[in-house]
């Protein structure tokens, strides 16, 4: 029986029950209708998602079949780099049956305008029909939307057969619209609208819907001093930084995706300063609540269509086939504001371009013009014929309008002077800025880490908690993985050697999560700072997207939410890194170089403040304040530099071994950044530091919590981590360079301070032996 089956993630159960997907199913139901299906002239058996290859038989009749053995299957769900092998099998949605005369609703959806030569924003609402009706039907069509006090009446007539039917309702100009903006750049402004539809057959519809007005642009065109062309978008006419990282399927079992679960991952993306999310082509088509909840908390979506790393045919079945599926996914989404672009695929023009799959060179030729065939005089084609509203790029990576030129697949997709780029490199430095590319928008980078020790223990027993064990090397996925994060770890890091293996283990988490939000730090800070400037040819990086946000199950991978939703301590960086005021330090030739970031709409005068402190004392050794910075409007510019060596000697007995440097950011109004940090030496190499006695005490205020910290020397990526409790805390992983510190927990269930304090374990680097 399946309901003896154990959990599929625990241990080695995604190996032990491969059986399941080998084996052939039968699902059946006995039903009666709850009405007389002859009185009506068309019934619809609908199934929303069906999973396999399978044939769907209704009283012993075949409806219908899913027997190319290339269907449209969720890619991952055979198992990546970040996750198991569990292909489903069945019906893995909604199931339902659906009769009507005359006419039916299909799908509806509504697009904003703003026509500039007016001021004036006006909506398209477009209406698709199945008319069983022998003959047209007329009737009229209400518009209302009594926020902007804004009705109208249309008539119309429905032609038999299935149509559309598009009314531009122009919104009163003496309404006040409030734009939709993403998260950290206004508002995400909403209006009730109800469409009514009364036709002369008798039968009315009323729908409900939310509407939001935004318009969005993805700017191509030449920059002064560099070759190519930027690649950035416009939100309602203001260039935005894009912000945020990539979203893989939250569970290898769709049905297990709640609503619960989806808001909150992406509050979590949200409260950690993300703007957007790319949802990445080897997975799915997220459900409706995915949307509604990006438009509700301001993440803009770059929406891939579901192809990656991989070649397709292009047989007429098949092409038909995407061709339905494009239309659907394009007329079931289009009208939220939280999607701001189309993607075509996941890196195959990368693919053909760098010959991944080593097609023979006379044979490159037809791959080529299939890849022409399926992403543009299909997926684009549909898309551009159902929604004019949005950008479409065939492909990420893309050199963009440069590989339209290039017939569709440029010679370098990676080109950091068009389009995005994806990056990756476990080898060099990650400490190392000059190591990343100056792109026009890095849309995928990252490195792995370990989830906490409370996620893996769920799935485990104890004789899986070593580096070495059978477990450990059984969830890695990506191939030497856990080397090149020893690796990592070792170029700046003293590497765990307790001879007590559970405790080792525990270390290497730290150390991979420690690793992982350093690393990946550096690389978004200097994305951040590169916005704004063109060195040799690059730079005005306008998007860094992280590789990955969520997790589909317990195992190391480029995650920075574990599955559960527990905040890694990469979350706890990027919830500063992504600040909308940010200082950035970086150094080249021996100098230090201090940016202020920001994403804010005007520009500020601010205090640079700077302190250097030796790792043997929380006593500062000397500070600066720089009064009167101009921190400009959406960018990146350079407010402070000193020679590493002047800056010593100007702190006396400093050298680059014994202190680190910290700096922050400070306006009127309360306005101020995190503080940030930059590192002289490798900490392996830190002199003066001392192994801290840390301590903790918890009190709660309301529906939060606070630990007040205490250290009794400076404590380098001070961790909190409370096990299983699901909550996040207000910091995480920082350098505590004061005696005390008081820390937030919000808890996402009910705890207690008790509860707290018992399953409370306090960590910093000098804990690591």
């Not at 903006?181 to 039968?203: D, I, L, R, S, V």
């Not at 950008?391 to 080109?415: A, I, Q």
């Amino acid at each position: 029986s399946l309901l003896s089956l154990e959990d599929p993630y625990y241990r080695f159960n995604d190996v032990a029950y491969r059986w399941i997907s080998l084996d052939n199913w039968t699902y059946s139901r006995t039903f009666k209708t709850p009405f007389d299906i002859k009185k009506w002239q068309k019934v619809n058996l609908v199934f929303e998602g069906v999973d396999t290859v399978a044939q769907i038989l209704l009283n012993n009749v075949t409806l219908g079949r899913t027997d190319n053995m290339f269907n449209r299957y969720e890619q991952c769900s055979f198992s990546w780099d970040w996750g198991p092998s569990f292909p489903t099998q069945g019906i893995w949605k909604d199931v339902r049956i659906e009769a009507y005369n005359h006419y039916h609703l299909i799908y509806f959806s509504t697009t904003p305008l703003f026509v500039k030569s007016t001021q004036q924003w006006c909506l398209e609402v477009e209406s698709i029909f199945d008319v069983v009706s022998s003959k047209p039907i007329a009737g009229l069509v209400t518009v209302n939307i009594p926020k902007l006090q804004t009705q109208q009446t249309f008539s119309v007539k429905l032609q038999p057969g299935e149509g559309s039917i598009v009314q531009l309702v122009n919104i009163n100009k003496s309404a006040t619209v409030e734009p939709w903006w993403p998260n950290g750049h206004g508002k995400q402004t909403g209006y009730n609208m109800t469409t009514t539809f009364t036709m002369e057959a008798g039968c009315q519809i009323e729908k409900f819907s939310k509407v939001y007005f935004r318009t969005v642009e993805l700017v191509q065109e030449p920059i002064p001093g560099s070759p190519g062309l930027s690649f950035y978008f416009k939100i309602n006419g203001r260039p935005i930084f894009i912000k945020g990282s990539n979203w893989i399927p939250a569970d290898s079992f769709q049905d297990r995706v709640t609503y619960d679960t989806l808001r909150l991952l992406l509050k979590s993306a949200a409260d950690a300063n993300m703007n957007a999310l790319r949802v990445w082509g080897g997975g799915v088509y997220e459900q409706d609540e995915f949307y509604d909840i990006c438009d509700e908390i301001g993440i803009m979506i770059w929406q891939d269509f579901m192809f990656a790393c991989a070649l397709y045919p292009t047989d007429q079945n098949y092409l038909e086939s995407v061709r339905a599926e494009v239309s659907h996914q394009v007329r079931r989404l289009k009208s939220h504001p939280s999607i701001i672009l189309w993607s075509g695929n996941n890196e195959n023009e990368a693919a053909i371009a760098s010959n991944w799959f080593s097609i023979p060179y006379p044979d490159i030729g037809v791959y080529i013009e299939d890849y022409v065939t399926l992403y543009v005089k299909n997926i684009r084609e549909i898309v551009l014929c159902e929604d004019k509203s949005r950008p479409f790029v065939v492909s990420s990576p893309t050199n963009g309008l440069e590989s339209v030129k290039e017939g569709w697949l440029s010679r370098d997709p990676y080109d950091t002077h068009y389009g995005d780029t994806h990056f990756y490199d476990y080898s060099n430095d990650c400490w190392n800025w000059t190591m990343y590319p100056k792109t026009r928008f890095a849309s995928e980078y990252g490195f792995q880490s370990w989830p906490s020790f409370s996620t893996i223990e769920k799935v485990s027993s104890p004789e899986d908690w070593s580096c070495t064990s059978n477990f450990s090397l059984h969830r890695q996925h990506h191939e030497g993985g856990n080397i090149q994060m020893l690796q990592e770890i070792g170029r700046h890091f003293k590497l765990p050697q307790c001879p007590d293996p559970v405790k080792q283990f525990k270390d290497m988490i730290y150390l991979t999560q420690v690793m992982q939000a350093q690393c990946i730090k550096t690389e978004t800070e200097f994305y951040r700072f590169s916005q704004s400037e063109i060195i040799n040819g690059e730079g005005h990086t306008m998007g860094a997207l992280y590789w990955q946000l969520n997790d589909i199950w317990q195992a190391p991978s480029w995650a920075s939410l574990e599955y559960g939703g527990k905040w890694k301590l990469l979350h706890y960086f990027a919830q500063n890194f992504f600040a909308p005021l940010l200082p950035v330090a970086y150094e080249d030739k021996g100098v230090l170089h201090i940016y202020g970031v920001s994403d804010l709409h005007e520009d500020h005068k601010v205090t640079l403040r700077v302190t250097v402190h030796a790792w043997s004392s929380l006593e500062p050794v000397c500070t600066l304040a720089k009064e009167g910075v101009t921190v400009k409007a959406q960018s990146a510019v350079p407010i402070y530099k000193e020679s590493i060596c002047d800056l010593l000697e100007r702190c006396r007995n400093c050298t680059r071994t014994s202190c680190v440097i910290t700096f922050c950011l400070v306006g009127e109004d309360g306005l101020q950044s995190p503080r940030n940090h930059y590192f002289l030496s490798s900490l392996k190499d830190a002199v003066g530091l001392e192994k801290t006695q840390l301590s903790a005490s918890v009190s709660q205020q309301d529906d939060i919590y606070i630990f007040a910290l205490q250290t009794t020397a400076i404590a380098p990526f001070v961790t909190l981590d409370v096990g299983s409790i699901k909550g996040r805390f207000s910091d995480n992983g920082f350098l505590m360079t004061e005696k005390k510190k008081m820390v937030a927990f919000y808890p996402w269930e009910p705890t207690s301070v008790e509860e707290l304090e018992s399953s409370l374990i306090l960590t910093s680097l000098l804990d690591v032996v």
